[in-house]
């Protein structure tokens, strides 16, 4: 290889290591500048992000944990309802602000020049903050139920990262259809209802006949879900805490839902960058 060649490559290198910067600057901004607007001029700031899904967590308990008596099938089902409502309040945020952010930004869409990608991927960022806020909470339920974290906790950072990819691959895919058909985000706010309810969240998957476990685990939200359960919830009862790998009987099962993620990013990516073009002159 000649010097010459060698400068050739650093050269490139260099760009687009500064390319990477400087959009993960962009993104870094958008995002924090997001987070917060999403509560300025609020009396209560930041902590409207934990009353929302504890509200919706109290209401529910109170309803199925003690009207219906769902409370009495296990000592956790109060935290494996709390787990199941700031779960599914993230990837509803997520998706919803990232199906509207395209829209949303319409004046930096036909001003500046820059990957449009990083528009919806800052929407998911913002929900991706309330839900790390949510999640110490969880952690101080955690601790008041004396529950001791053990090493297979580590494995919850994967499934974030499953669940993180899984809700900006849905995000990328509605913000580029939202810019064509409107009529999407009623559809999608109608989708996420029944999403709501056919998901284990307020019930336990045991509940369910099998053939309805295995459909439910074709929706890789609820292998995230019963997955975080399992690892979180160890000492709970087994038909509480099943996974994909107990619901088909082998765990090969576990590549059916990760199979679907990638699916799903390969084809919202494709999706996303057909119609990047035409974003600024449809919003």
């Known amino acids: 290889m000649s ?51 504890f509200t919706l967590f109290t209401m529910l ?19 494996s309802l709390l787990i199941g409502i700031v779960i599914v309040t993230f990837f509803n945020d997520a998706t919803l602000l990232g199906m509207y952010s395209l829209v949303a930004r319409e004046s930096l869409l036909r001003k500046l020049s820059f990957p449009r990608l990083i528009i919806p991927t800052s929407a998911t960022l913002t929900a991706a903050i309330t839900f ?44 580029a259809l939202f810019v064509r058909f409107r009529d999407v985000g009623q559809i999608w706010e109608l989708v996420l209802q029944v999403l709501f309810y056919a998901s284990p969240i307020i019930y336990p998957i045991g509940y369910l006949p099998s053939w309805a476990r295995k459909v439910c685990f074709f929706y890789p939200f609820t292998q995230v879900l019963q997955d975080v359960r399992s690892i979180v919830l160890s000492p709970d009862l087994k038909p509480n805490r099943l996974t994909v790998s107990d619901a088909f009987g082998t765990s090969a099962a576990r590549l059916i839902p990760l199979a679907i993620v990638l699916l799903l990013a390969l084809a919202a990516l494709a999706l996303f960058r057909r119609e990047e073009p035409h974003f600024a002159e449809r919003v």
């Open 3 to 53: 010097a010459a060649t060698g400068i050739g490559d650093r050269s490139r290198a260099a760009r687009v290591y500064a390319g990477m910067r400087s959009r993960l600057r962009i993104l870094h901004v958008i995002a924090a500048a997001d987070f917060k607007l999403k509560y300025s001029g609020s009396a209560l700031g930041y902590v409207w992000s934990l009353i929302k899904p």
């Open 61 to 79: 308990y109170l309803v199925f944990g003690r009207v219906f008596k769902l409370g009495t099938i296990s000592h956790y089902y109060a935290l």
């Open 132 to 175: 790390g806020v949510n999640l110490i909470a969880i952690a101080a339920f955690v601790a008041w139920k004396r529950l001791v974290p053990q090493w297979d906790w580590l494995l919850l950072v994967p499934l974030m990262l499953e669940l993180y990819v899984f809700v900006l691959s849905i995000a990328l895919i509605l913000s």
